[in-house]
């Protein structure tokens, strides 16, 4: 059975660094891109890039180049979103996803980020 | 960046009703275009993929239709648990960017 499951719930003040993650099971993780989405309270979906394991080959949103930072450890079948310095603006709810040609199919459950000072 | 509009913002109907739910491109996407399911506090869930092609375990009422610009999810015969948001999402580019529309919300 193919599944993702992210990390847990955070909360975090303006300034701070974080990273969540993304851990596949049941499937070749190396071989499946895996996209990053956000979504922010009371809104809709919003893409932000995506990442091949097998190579760390990362496509970013121009919305979201140099915002995050997303990475993979093939050897652990974990995919990252990585923030330097945290905004209240990026406290949202952010889903990973196995990305194929044609569609999402996967899902992980979602991890809640609150920054708030 | 391909812009998707999906309209009606909000459909409010009864059980046993057929939906429309439509989805303009700003400019073409051939078939590379699939629909997705949210259901409060959930994740997404995959419905429709390659504009006409349902995801595994997806109910026969959904359907998706269109190639270009103009795209139409229908839903044959409401169920109560139909009810949810509904995002389109555009691929013509994948791996690159990739843009969701800003979804139709679905009243039962």
């Known amino acids: 059975e193919v599944q993702l499951v992210q990390s847990g719930a955070e909360v975090k003040r303006p300034g701070e660094s974080l990273k969540i993650s993304c851990k596949g099971s049941?499937?070749?993780?190396?071989?499946?891109?895996i996209g990053w989405v956000r979504q922010m309270p009371g809104k809709g979906l919003e893409w932000m890039g995506i990442?091949?394991?097998?190579?760390?080959?990362?496509r970013y949103s121009p919305s979201f180049q140099g915002q995050v930072t997303i990475s993979a450890d093939k050897s652990i079948s974990t995919a990252y979103l990585h923030w330097s310095s945290l905004k209240t603006s990026d406290t949202a709810i952010y889903y990973c996803?196995?990305?194929?040609?044609?569609?999402?199919?996967?899902w992980g459950q979602g991890t809640r980020v609150t920054v708030s000072s | 960046e391909i812009v998707l509009t999906q309209s009606p913002a909000t459909l409010s109907l009864s059980p046993g009703e057929r939906a429309t739910l439509s989805c303009r491109a700003s400019?073409?996407?051939?078939?590379?275009l699939a629909w997705y399911q949210q259901k409060p506090g959930q994740a997404p869930r995959l419905l429709i993929y390659?504009?006409?092609n349902r995801a595994t375990g997806i109910p026969a009422r959904f359907s998706g239709s269109g190639s270009g610009t103009d795209f139409t999810l229908t839903i044959s015969s409401l169920e109560p648990e139909d009810a949810a948001v509904y995002y389109c999402?555009?691929?013509?580019?994948?791996?690159?960017?990739?843009?969701f529309g800003q979804g139709t919300r679905l009243e039962i």
């Open positions: 990442i091949y394991p097998g190579d760390s080959d990362t």
């Open positions: 049941g499937y070749s993780f190396s071989s499946n891109w």
């Open positions: 400019q073409s996407v051939s078939s590379y």
């Open positions: 996803a196995r990305e194929g040609a044609a569609a999402a199919d996967y």
């Open positions: 390659a504009a006409s």
């Open positions: 999402q555009q691929r013509s580019n994948w791996p690159r960017v990739i843009t």
